[in-house]
């Protein structure tokens, strides 16, 4: 079904659009769109980094832990 819409159909619905909700209201939507999406990749980053910075951590220690029976 929507294989079908072509370049004028897109061009009919953004015409639509911008008459019911308005110039300015579709500039802050697309604002707010872009803010959504910048937070988004920012925080994937920081996970990204965290999970490396514990990945890194965990290979550092490589000695086994001292048992009772490596003292005697």
Do not use: H, Q, W
Not at 8 to 25: D, E, S
């Amino acid at each position: 079904m929507l294989n079908n819409i072509g370049l004028p159909g897109l061009l009919l619905i953004a015409v639509v659009v911008l008459v019911l909700f308005g110039r300015g209201k579709i500039s802050s939507l697309m604002g707010e769109v872009g803010k959504g999406i910048t937070s988004f990749k920012k925080g994937v980053s920081e996970g990204s980094k965290e999970l490396e910075e514990d990945t890194a951590e965990a290979a550092k220690d490589v000695t086994p832990a001292e048992t009772d029976k490596d003292k005697a």
